[in-house]
Every structure is written in structure tokens, then in C-alpha cells.
């Protein structure tokens, strides 16, 4: 049989087209970042002789910000921001983000003087009160400057002043992660985050930034348990684009058992085809499952009803002519011509057909033999199982799990192998509890695949 000629789209290929992809842009979580630190401000007593130096810091800001020169030097930064978010190709972005990073570099040197004035409002602070409005100033001045250290060192100041209330702190720490992510300084980003999750963030806002401060600093490890936390403190309320955005942080970072959490998850919770198709398609490309396992994993593909590309009939098919399995090849070749992902016409898909419809009347009226065979009580667990292997791929789901059971009776039986079979068996005769019972007990290299199975069972027990 000739392979058919494709193009296979992997997991991460799928990912990225459903724009979801580590290190190419910002979560799909993320909310603007605040410009400002929370505007809740506490009641002020200044001490009398930083009263006249902050007023002169403040009126002196406020006057450059109606300044032309200032007003023009800071359009021209922002519409060279713009231009460079938009930019397409590395090379173009490289060259917009460098014209960009020279604009907003050009505001600060016309703010010399008021830079003068705030740094002399530092200086004078004495009391707590005086090191808040420091502070405020210090992130005006930056705001203007379009300066994100001079903004987090304003915010830093406040902090510092001990005059936030409690409930207000994570805002301010939330506030200065962000700032830290801008200019990727991740490990102040992480300071930044812990503490806003100690001091009573919720996990949407903290935890989830903490994990991706991590994983674009590449300690992906590390973010992805973070980002694993997150999911499970949120429960069934957790976004369907952070188990996304796990999956292809895990996939590029070769992470094979993270990967699988977070696909495995993501389909428990979103049990949509294209979430089926990403999912089955992580674990595919990761584990390189072959035989009857791979067989297992397409066939969830096909209850999921999330083919999406030549490639996952071509190899479900090639792995059925393997195995000898010639009646579910023919059903599966009639399905992806149905759905218009391979060609009547095409060579692999002539050799297929022919070669398995000379195998499947004999294959079928073998079955009784078969079944005689495999329970006889002499018969060998390979036996047993091989006979349970043609049943099920004949849609007698039934008599396959009479004999799975059989074969585990048996020694030298594949206990693990079995198992998943066997819990195929029951999920497809509407039998959920007792698959998600037979998938528990996979616990090898196919784990992957039995958990998938299992969230299959349980969202087919709930309705989904």
C-alpha cells in the first residue's frame, strides 16, 4: 500500500492555528494592564516642609503635559508603538520595535527640568504621607515619560510608604508585575505576582501571570505548574485558554506529561471537536503510540468526530491494514471520503480499498472460529485477545468485552493493553461508568490515551 502524499499539521501547527502559542503572544487571559495604580487613595497629612516642593513637582507636570513639544514627542512614540505591533515578519518588526524603543526614548530628555523637581520631591519626603505623593509623582512623571521603570518605581515608592490598605495591595502588586512583564524583567515580575496572590489576588489575575512570567523567561517547567494550580484552584470555572495556552507551552517545550495534563483537561472541561482534535493530536505527536495503541487513539478521534486533516485518516487506515483489521479500514476510508479529506482517486486510497475488501469477507467469516478459539480454556491470553481485537473492530463491542474480560483471566495476558480495550468495549456500548473503572487501571505508557478515553466516557455520561 503506498502512503498517500500530505502535509501533517502537528499539534503545535494546529495550536497556532487556533492562535494559541507560547511565546508568540500575550495570553489570551491577559486584561489591559493598568496605566495607573489604583486610584483609592488614603487620607494625607504631609508634613509642612515637603508641602511647597510637592505642589511645584505637581504644577511643573502638569504644565509639560500641555507643552507642544512634549504633546508631539509623545504622538510620535505612540503611533511608532502601533506601527510596530503591527508589523509583519521578524525582520519588519525588529526594524519598527528599534524606531519605536527611539521614540519613547526621545520623550524623557524634554522632561529634565520636571524630572529635577520630582527627584527633589523624593529627597524632601520625611513622613510616610510625604513618600506616597513621592511616589504618585514619580509614577506621573513616568506615565508622561512614557518610562515603565520610572512607573514602577513610583509604584514601589507607594508601596513602600506603608500607606496601602491591605485590600489595595494586590492592585499596587499586580500593577508592578505588569510593568516588570513590559520590560521583561521576569524575575521582578514573579516577585511581583507572589506577592499579589499572598496578599489575596485571585488566581485569574495572579497565579496566571505568575505562570507566564515564568514560561517567557523559559522555565516553562515551572510556569506550567504554576498555571496548573491556577486550574485546579478555578475548577470548572477555569478559561478554556489557559489549558491552551499549557498545551502549547508544554508541546514546545517537549514536555511530554504536561502536555497530556493540559490536553486531557482541556477536553473535560471543553469537550469540543476541535478541542478533541488538539488534544488526540498532542498526545499523538508526543508519545508516538504505534499498533493498537495508536489504533485506540485514532478510534477516539473517530467516536470525537474531530478528523481534521488527510493525515489522521491516512494513518488510522495504514495502522488498520497492520493489524489485520480489513472491515473497520473500510469503513473508515468510506468516512474520510464522506467528509472530503482523501479522494476516491487517490492511489493510497485505490490500494486501501482493494486491499481490504479482498480481506474482508474471509476476516469476517472467521469471526466464529475465532470466538471458539479464544474460549476454549486452553487458549493463550494472545489468543483471547486477538479474537476481542476483531470483535470490537467488527462493532460488536459486546462479545469483545466477553472476551477482554476472558483474556484477563489469563496469564501472560498485557494486563494494561487489555484494559484500555476494554474500556473502549464498555464506552461504546454507552457502559461509561464501568470504562472510566477499566481506563483507571491503565497506569503505563498508555495513560495518556486512557485518561483521554476517560474524559470521553464522562462527558458522554453527562450529555456532551
Keep these: 500500500m503506498k502512503r498517500a502524499k500530505f502535509f501533517a499539521r502537528t499539534a503545535l501547527g494546529l495550536a497556532l492555528a487556533m492562535?494559541?502559542?507560547?511565546?508568540?503572544?500575550?495570553?489570551?487571559?491577559?486584561?489591559?494592564?493598568?496605566?495607573d495604580a489604583p486610584k483609592e487613595a488614603p487620607k494625607l497629612a504631609p508634613s509642612k516642609a515637603y508641602i511647597p516642593v510637592y505642589v511645584a513637582a505637581k504644577s511643573a507636570l502638569e504644565a509639560a503635559a500641555?507643552?507642544?513639544?512634549?504633546?508631539?514627542?509623545?504622538?510620535?512614540?505612540?503611533?511608532?508603538?502601533?506601527?510596530?505591533?503591527?508589523?509583519?515578519?521578524?525582520?519588519?518588526?525588529?526594524?519598527?520595535?528599534?524606531?519605536?524603543?527611539?521614540?519613547?526614548?526621545?520623550?524623557?530628555?524634554?522632561?529634565?527640568?520636571?524630572?529635577?523637581?520630582?527627584?527633589?520631591?523624593?529627597?524632601?519626603?520625611?513622613?510616610?504621607?510625604?513618600?506616597?505623593?513621592?511616589?504618585?509623582?514619580?509614577?506621573?512623571?513616568?506615565?508622561?515619560?512614557?518610562?515603565?521603570?520610572?512607573?514602577?518605581?513610583?509604584?514601589?515608592?507607594?508601596?513602600?510608604?506603608?500607606k496601602i490598605a491591605a485590600a489595595d495591595k494586590p492592585k499596587y502588586l499586580m500593577v508592578?508585575?505588569?510593568?516588570?512583564?513590559?520590560?521583561?524583567?521576569?524575575?521582578?515580575?514573579?516577585t511581583a505576582f507572589q506577592a499579589a496572590s499572598d496578599a489575596g489576588a485571585a488566581p485569574s489575575e495572579a497565579l496566571i501571570n505568575l505562570a507566564d512570567s515564568f514560561i517567557k523567561d523559559n522555565q516553562t517547567a515551572a510556569g506550567l505548574k504554576v498555571l496548573q494550580d491556577a486550574v485546579v484552584k478555578s475548577g470548572a470555572s477555569a478559561p478554556e485558554g489557559w489549558m491552551k495556552y499549557g498545551i502549547a507551552s508544554a508541546y514546545k517545550a517537549k514536555l511530554t506529561n504536561d502536555?497530556?495534563?493540559?490536553?486531557?483537561?482541556?477536553?473535560?472541561?471543553?469537550?469540543?471537536?476541535?478541542?478533541?482534535?488538539?488534544?488526540?493530536?498532542?498526545?499523538?505527536?508526543?508519545?508516538?503510540?504505534?499498533?493498537?495503541?495508536?489504533?485506540?487513539?485514532?478510534?477516539?478521534?473517530?467516536?470525537?468526530?474531530?478528523?481534521?486533516?488527510?493525515?489522521?485518516?491516512?494513518?488510522?487506515?495504514?495502522?488498520?491494514?497492520?493489524?489485520?483489521?480489513?472491515?473497520?479500514?473500510?469503513?473508515i476510508i468510506d468516512q474520510g471520503v464522506a467528509a472530503g479529506l482523501i479522494k476516491t482517486n487517490d492511489q493510497f486510497v485505490i490500494d486501501a480499498r482493494k486491499e481490504s475488501t479482498a480481506r474482508v469477507v474471509s476476516d469476517r467469516n472467521s469471526l466464529p472460529g475465532q470466538e471458539r478459539e479464544a474460549r476454549a480454556s486452553a487458549a493463550s491470553a494472545a489468543t483471547t485477545t486477538a479474537a476481542a481485537d476483531t470483535f470490537l473492530s467488527y462493532d460488536q463491542p459486546a462479545k469483545a468485552e466477553e472476551l477482554y474480560k476472558l483474556a484477563l483471566a489469563k496469564p501472560g495476558v498485557e494486563t494494561a493493553r487489555v484494559n484500555l480495550q476494554l474500556g473502549i468495549a464498555q464506552a461504546d456500548q454507552n457502559k461509561y461508568a464501568d470504562a472510566q473503572a477499566s481506563f483507571a487501571k491503565v497506569t503505563d505508557a498508555r495513560a495518556p490515551i486512557a485518561q483521554l478515553w476517560s474524559s470521553y466516557a464522562k462527558a458522554k455520561a453527562a450529555g456532551n
Excluded: C
Excluded at 492562535?19 to 496605566?35: C, E, I, L, N, R
Excluded at 508592578?176 to 514573579?190: F, H, V
Design 259 to 331: 502536555a497530556s495534563m493540559f490536553a486531557n483537561e482541556l477536553v473535560a472541561l471543553y469537550p469540543t471537536k476541535g478541542n478533541w482534535a488538539l488534544a488526540i493530536a498532542v498526545v499523538r505527536d508526543l508519545n508516538g503510540f504505534q499498533g493498537h495503541d495508536q489504533i485506540a487513539l485514532l478510534r477516539l478521534m473517530q467516536r470525537t468526530g474531530s478528523f481534521s486533516e488527510e493525515r489522521d485518516y491516512v494513518e488510522y487506515i495504514q495502522a488498520l491494514s497492520k493489524r489485520g483489521l480489513p472491515g473497520e479500514a473500510l469503513k
Design 176 to 190: 508592578m508585575g505588569n510593568l516588570s512583564m513590559d520590560i521583561k524583567e521576569y524575575a521582578a515580575a514573579r
Design 66 to 162: 500641555k507643552r507642544p513639544d512634549v504633546m508631539a514627542a509623545r504622538q510620535t512614540a505612540t503611533d511608532a508603538q502601533a506601527a510596530a505591533k503591527s508589523a509583519q515578519g521578524k525582520a519588519a518588526k525588529t526594524a519598527a520595535q528599534a524606531k519605536a524603543d527611539a521614540a519613547v526614548a526621545a520623550v524623557g530628555p524634554l522632561l529634565a527640568a520636571e524630572k529635577a523637581a520630582v527627584d527633589k520631591s523624593a529627597a524632601t519626603a520625611t513622613n510616610a504621607d510625604d513618600k506616597f505623593l513621592a511616589g504618585q509623582l514619580e509614577l506621573s512623571l513616568g506615565t508622561l515619560a512614557m518610562d515603565l521603570r520610572m512607573q514602577r518605581t513610583g509604584v514601589q515608592q507607594q508601596l513602600d510608604s506603608g
Design 19 to 35: 492562535g494559541v502559542a507560547a511565546g508568540t503572544a500575550s495570553p489570551v487571559w491577559a486584561k489591559d494592564k493598568p496605566k
